[in-house]
Structures are given as C-alpha cells and as structure tokens.
C-alpha cells in the first residue's frame, strides 16, 4: 500500500472511528514523521509521555503499529503498520464473509478476535464464553448446541476451542508471535544479522555472497514456516481428514457432527498461542465473494452459487491473494480442483437444474464446449489436442451418463496425462465418488447439471475459470492473475465510461490494444472526426487519464514538426484512481462525522447508559425517528466506504 | 481594423498595436475565429453520480455496515477506547458544515485537540446531578488496567510493560512520598482507600527496582553516559512527565500540601466514581 496523503489521512480516521482519539492522534505523527521513539512521538503531538504510552499499548494490542526495540541502546522504535489500519474498513465484510462461509459463532468469535486484537486461545474461549452467556447476546437460537447438553458452561468453552481450531486450519486466524510485531524489513535485518556473524571477517567474494544470499533465504523461509506450524497440524484433520466432508457441507448450519471431540486438537500447550485475524487469507475468501458477485451480474445466480463453491474449493490451497515477497512461491501456485470437490462444496439446497438454457443436443458443439486447456492462455497448449480427440465421451452431449464408463476411461488418462499439479486430496474423492455414484442416482444427475454450469463459465470471454484436466469428471482451475487483471480493466472501463462517455472509452481501449498512438492514426482507427478526437483526448489527458509524449522529428521541436504519441499507462492511472477512491472514503468519513455534529443533542440521549440497547422504548418519538434518520444516513454512509473499498480491493489488494 | 497602428501605437512607445503582420504567420488575427469573451460559468457542467437512493444496499452489504457498527460499538464500550475530546474554542469556532478546517503544521493540529484536566472544567455543568450517572464520563486516556483479559507481555516493548502493569500512573503522592522518603501529612492518602492501596503496591514494587536502578544510573555516570533517560522507561517516568505537559502544572506536591485546591471538592464528596485515574487528586487529562 502506498501510504498517500489521502491514505493516511483514511487510516487516521478510521482509526478515529474505531479506537478512539488518542491512538488516531499518535498513528497520524507516526505516519507522518516514520519511526519515533515515545520521546518523539510526545514532543511531536505534545502530549506527556505517559499519554503517549497508553496510546502505544493500545495500538500494539489491536496489531496496528510495529515495533523494535534496539538491543543495544534498549530504546523502542514505532512504527505505523498501514496496512492493518486499512483493514479496520474492512471489518464488517470480514465478518459478513464468515458468518456466510462458516457460521454465525465462528462469526462471534472472530468478532472477539478483532475487538481484542491479538488473544490467547485459551482467553479467548473464556471471553467468548462470557459473551455467549450475557443475556442481551445469548440468543435463544443457540442452535442443536445449547438444547441437548445440560451445562452451557464447558460447553461454549469446548465449542470455541473447537472453532478456533478449525479457523486456524483454514488461515483465518494465525498464530502470532514477537517477530510478528516487528516490521518484516526489521526481521530480515535480524536474521542477516545473525548470519553475519558466522562470518567475522566479513562477506567477500562471489561464492561466500551467494553462499550469504541462500542462508538468508532459508532462514527466512524458515522465519515464515514457524507461523504456519500450527495451521499445517490442524489442516490435516480438518481440511483433508476424514471429518472435513461433513463439517464442509454443514457450512453454517451446524449439525451435530461439529461439536465432536475434537477438542484434543488443541492441548493444554496449544492453547498459551496467541492468535490474531489474518488479513490475507480474509481476503482471498472476499475475492471469492467479489468473483461470485461478477459472475451473478454477468452469467446468472445459480451460475454464481456454482462457481462460488468452486473457488471455495479451491481456496483451501490459496492462502494470500497475490504473491509478494511476504509469501513464498510455492504457497501461491493455484492449484486445480476436481469437479467432485467441487460438488462437495455446493450448497446442497442449490438447484442447479435451473438458471442455464436448454439447447437440442444437435446445436451443440460438445468437442468445444468440453475443450482442455491445460496451460494459461499465455503459454503454448501443445500436445493437448490428442488428449482431447482421444476422449470418447464427447461424441454425445449428455455425456457422462454412465458414470461407471466416465470414471474408467478417466481413471485410464489420469495416468498417462499428468496434466496438473495434482494434490494429495483428489485420489481420495475418486474412491468417494465410486461409493457414492450407486447409493444416489440422483446426485449423478445434479453432479451433471453442475458441470454443465462449469462449462458455461469456462466459456465465458472472461474466463472465469478453466477447466485443464480430465481426471476425476474434469478438473478445474482459476487463472486469478489474468482474470483479476481483465476485471480491473473493466472497472476503468466503467469509470471512464462514466466520467467521459461512449466515445472516450473507446479511444482508451484502442490506445490499450495497440500502445503508443500518433495524432494523426487514432482519429482513423476510432473512426471519429479529428477535432472530437483532440477534445475528448484532451479533456482525458487533463483527467490524468491519458498521457501524451511528444517526439520531435527534428532539432527544432517546432510544434508542427513533433509527433504527439497519446497512450494508456495503466499503472499510473491506477494508484491515481486509487488515490481518489481513498480521497472520497475520506471525505464519506468526514461526512459522518458532520452528521453526529447536526444530531449531536439525539446522540447524546442515545449514548446514556439507560438508553443504550433499548432505544426504541426509552426514547420520545420525535427523537426517535430523528435517531433513525441517524441511523439511516449512517449506514448509507459506512455502505458507501464498503463499495469503494470494493474497488480498492479489486485495483490492489486481489 | 481601421487605422494603420501608427497613432495609437506610438501613444504607447512605438511597437505593439493592431498592426497585421505579414501573412502567413501564426499571429495573424483570423476574423473566423470567434473568441469567447463571456465569463466562464460558474459552475460547469460536471459529472454527477447516481444518487445512493438508486442503489440501495444490498441484504449483504448492509449487514456488513451492522457488523462494522458492532464492532465499533463493542469496541467503545471497552476501557481501551478514548473518547473524542477536542479543544472547547475549536468545536465552538468551526462551523458546522466544515468540520475540518485547515491546520498547518503540527502545532495547530495539536492546539485543536482538547486537555482535559481540572481547568478545562466548565463550571456550569461540572456539578453532578442525578442524570449524570447514566452519562458515560468521556475517557482521554484508555483504562489500561481495567481490561478483562490479561496482556501478553512479551509481544509489547520493555517500555510498555510498566504502562500494561498499571504502574504508570500519575505522579501520586505516596509514589512521591515513597521516592523522596519525606514524611508528610497524608490527608488524601487516608481518604481515598482505592488509590491508596494501588499507590502501596505501586510503591512496594518499584521499591526492589530503584534500587537496582540507582544503581545502575550511578554507574552510566560513573562512565559519563546517562544521557538517555528513556533506557529505563520501565517506571521512571516522572521527570519527563514534567518537561513536556503544558497542563501539568500542579507542582504542589512538593511544598505539602497544605491548601491544596483541587482536593478541596474531592475528598469532601465522595471518590465512588472516580476511577484511579484521578484518585490521587490530580487529574492528568
């Protein structure tokens, strides 16, 4: 993230909004003047520097700033973490995400993760339990859980081990620990620092530096594996194990499988771990969300719904949305998922018989629709062709009907076409699926109904996904890069479309399809009259949309003998509207807290504690309604920061 | 047009005028163009988004903005949260619809922020009534101690850990009492049993520790170091307190105690409601 005026100022306020004055005050100098020790930091906001540790204590609590403390003079330095100030605004979707993917409690208790910042599991059950029995919170729909057991007390305890458990083995928590506090460039200093003192006389020559490069490598390969220890334990029982297919399918509703004794998957030793929300897998599971939302505009719902158990699927093995050098490369190779696993993550009251038309078998070209692209675009698919013509089970439309020919014939190319990167769960789904296939005749058919919902996204112009192998029903994969990269090109598309109408949007995607453009060709290929073109271009140009270069064709740079190239820099264009989007979060902040200020009378009643909670009885009509109206602007306000971070996300962070 | 330049031209010392160049040129006036002489508007037509009215939110979007308010909510209702206090002239001066006037520079950031201490009190609705007691007390500084769950010490620098122990209190007077070994009349020690006991152990705790430290700072002297106070940002912080807080001004400790204004109203009324923040009598914003 690049920290803008704009961005820091967003950080600041939502800092404000949610934690309180003093630490907005203090991570608004840290941004501003970098790392500071508390000395500096109360001579810069003058406060005492008692105020100015309080503040600190409640920002390193809520994993909002860095820090290091210098072991030689023991004096720490803070330093403001932008990131994590970002994704306060991202909270409730965060927690929209998981009561929607993993149930309302294990919504509650991330809830208590976030309020609390970082926590140990053990406190944190114990917390979570306090919360579940208050009475204002303890719903009565504690559903199945709560009824059939007579004490709640071990139970909600039990419980919440259970999710934790379950939440770190799907990326949502991690374990932290000190290094994690301290900023990732002072951690590579550390454990360059420890390795150079295996060498007292200093690094020379090639051998001894690339020597020097590798230790340092592996040591912070190392550094990061230590944070997925526990994940790595718990995601084999829980993603991969026996029990993953039921709770799996469960997805929210809880069943009674959930509360097994799985409670021995955290130790007596496991539960002094600390853990905190981890951003990154957050944002994957929003991503999903976000391409679903695509699909549903693009395709149809239940196309949707399909896809989104796809990408839930396969997010399992996707941990960070893009690869930076905070990750390593082997954790961001997507790998493909086979259609039965996506048929275990579909919702099971989904039909997916509807929401796809019906075409005579004839009409279709069954060859092409069932096309394998083994490779991204990008690459060169050869040799694939054969693959393909060799599968007997294109030749009629309703293929796969007879499942026992489908799975011996893939069984057979499974082993001569090593087409993908296959894992460690697929071979176990096969033997489900041979189980499977007599006992319910119909999940035959939904299973082919679903695939035919598969097909039709991977026909889509946008690739949405990609289906690349054959084995197991056909295996699927999600070229997030060039997708990622074709739906931020849609989103300019719409703003420029918005901002400078029909014609600019076509000038810019011919300057995008064919780079650099001269004055004089561009009016050509747009087929427009030159003089629109030189407005619209300019009136772009003076936006920050475009950028012009002049190339002259002599030495005397006169204007009539210099070519003017317009083209499309889309790394510019992006932070600059990125920047914009923060500038308008900024000013929705604003406007919220210009809002308080006009109600200021109806808040204060509101904040009462007498009134807190139960509003609608306590307060007098008029102030009520006057409340609502509060309320009503509020949302629409905090609904508005939600969409622009929409697109934030989608222009850096998927 | 009309006239050859000459007389209206040399008015103003010679060049210049309407005079029309030779053809060709780039200055040659084209009676074509029409140049447009009206003023600008003032307000040109810009682009105007769709008003929110006409997307509403979705199901899911508003019940993220609910979580968010949750969140938000629970988070303010926990001791770690510090109230918005700005300065009073500041909220009163700004206008209403420009919440954010401009500031330069840091100090008048700083300026529009409020102290809260017993000067800033405003007398007309300082004295509690009954309706007080509902009304939550706007907190400057976050109430450490008060947090339910325990901190983890080792993910917070050595400097915090007296700030998360809540040893970093303000400057009370049996810290003071204990520091300087002066026997004094202990008035507000006596009445005040809350910060007395948290003022005893602050006091024994840090008794093992100056040891330690004095100590160590003779020896930093010894060697001509010393200069950095912040080494020991464990508990001993009250030099510094005193450089830098402008409101800190209540320096009576030392000559005491014997009118000492703010205990005045404090002891004779009740320390229920205090928290231990000001129970020492002093209150630091």
Known sequence: MIVTKNAAELCVLLIGELYGQLPSRLFAVLLAKGRSTIKHLAQNTSMGPRMVRHGLVVLTQQNLIYHYTDPDTSITHFEANSEAAYNIVRHGKILNIIHRNYGEDSARLVHQVLNLGHVKISDLAKQYKTARQEPGTANGAANGISSDTADNDSDYEGEALDMVAQLIAVGILEPVNARTFQSPEDVRAGIEKDIMESYPSGVRGAKQKADFFQKSAEAWKEYQDESRELKRQLEGHYLFGPGAKRRKLANGSKTNGFKATNTHMLDEEKREVAVRVNYDKCLVELRNHRLTRYVADEIGEVTAQVYE??????????????????????????RSVTTMEIFENLRPGLDVSSGIGKAPPTKINAKSAERIQANQPGHDAEGEGEDMSEDDDDDDDDDDIEMSNGVQSNGVHETETKITSGHNGSRETKVKFEENVPVAPTKADRLQQMRQHLLLLAESNRRFIRHCGMRDQGEWTVDFDSLMRTLKYSEIDTLIEQTFGKPGLRLTRILRAKG?????????????????????????????????????????????????LWFFEEEKLLTRVTDNTYKSMVRHLQRLEVERRRKKNVLAVVERKDVQGMEEEKLRGDVYNEYREFLDIESKLLGQVDRLDDLVSVFQNY | MSGRGGGRGGARGGRGGARKGPPGLPWEIDPSVQVPDRPQETYPKTHNPPPASKHPLTASESRSVRYFVKVRRDFHNSPLYTHKYLAPDSTASAHLSDPVSRSYGQEQINAKYGVKSKAAVDPFTAVPTYSHQFVEESRTLPDVTARPLPYIKEFFPPELWGTIDGHDGPKTKAAATARKGVKRKSIAVEEDPLADSDDEIFAMMRKPETEAQRRRRIEEAAEGGGDNEDVEGDVDVDEEEHEVTEDDDYEDDEDGGDYNAEQYFDNGVDGGDDDDGDGGGEVEF
């Open chain 1, 309 to 334: 158990a796809a990408l839930s699927a396969l997010a399992k093995n996707v941990n960070i949305c893009q690869a930076s050098e905070k990750s390593n490369e082997d954790t961001f190779v997507t």
């Open chain 1, 516 to 564: 650099k453009l001269d004055d004089k060709t561009l009016p050509a290929l747009a087929l427009m009259k030159k003089a629109d073109v030189h407005v619209k271009m300019v009136e772009m140009e003076l936006a920050g949309f475009l950028e012009v270069q002049e190339v002259p064709r002599d030495n005397n740079r006169t204007a009539s003998r210099t070519l003017f």
